[in-house]
T-cell receptor, first 107, second 113 residues
């Protein structure tokens, strides 16, 4: 069945360092979504990627969808303490969530 | 505030019991999704309804059932509860059946003792 694997599971960074989380699927994804869940909160939609090779930016966040549409990444430049939380990828159609990457930012 | 309302916020019950979790979607959203999140785990998709009809089914146990009512609110029924059912249950809604953008509620934390 469809599975979406996400790595790393945990990431600790110094404030100001960059952070990247990766999402991989064994099958082609029609679309992929990214969510952020703050500690004690609920997931919040960040972005959807649909096209092969697509790159989207939101301020310090850069999202990429692989050419084969089997992988995706979220890169945060110069992390801030407000970036703390767990980042999930999901797809397709939000039926399969990755295990998430929990980001800790050390001030 | 996502606009999605889940009640109750917390629920503590004993093994073998039955509980009902309720979700009111955002105004205008026709689709409701249910997810289970165990401690330090990802989100497991349970079931999706669109405009009253079941649209997709995930790893939902036979002891669990759900429905979406004409006013579009949804209920998730969990029966014969086991300790392993303790988790955070999220409801999410989207305007259409494809669920491009999901809006999540604050969740119901279920503790089975």
């Amino acid at each position: 069945g469809q599975q979406v694997m996400q790595i790393p599971q945990y990431q600790h960074v110094q404030e100001g360092e960059d952070f990247t989380t990766y999402c991989n699927s064994s099958t082609t994804l029609s679309n992929i979504q990214w969510y952020k869940q703050r500690p004690g909160g609920h997931p919040v939609f960040l972005i959807q990627l649909v096209k092969s090779g697509e790159v989207k930016k939101q301020k310090r966040l850069t999202f990429q969808f692989g050419e084969a549409k089997k992988n995706s990444s979220l890169h945060i430049t110069a992390t801030q303490t407000t970036d703390v939380g767990t980042y999930f990828c999901a797809g397709p159609d939000n039926l399969f969530f990755g295990t998430g990457t929990r980001l800790t930012v050390i001030p | 505030d996502s606009g999605v309302t889940q009640t109750p916020k917390h629920l503590i019950t004993a093994t073998g019991q039955r509980v009902t979790l309720r979700c009111s979607p955002r105004s205008g959203d026709l689709s409701v999704y249910w997810y289970q999140q165990s401690l330090d785990q990802g989100l497991q998709f349970l079931i999706q309804y669109y405009n009253g009809e079941e649209r997709a089914k995930g790893n939902i146990l036979e002891r669990f059932s759900a429905q979406q009512f004409p006013d579009l609110h949804s209920e998730l029924n969990l029966s014969s509860l086991e300790l392993g059912d303790s988790a955070l249950y999220f409801c999410a809604s989207s305007v259409d059946g494809q669920g491009v953008t999901l809006h999540f509620g604050n969740g119901t934390r279920l503790t089975v003792t």
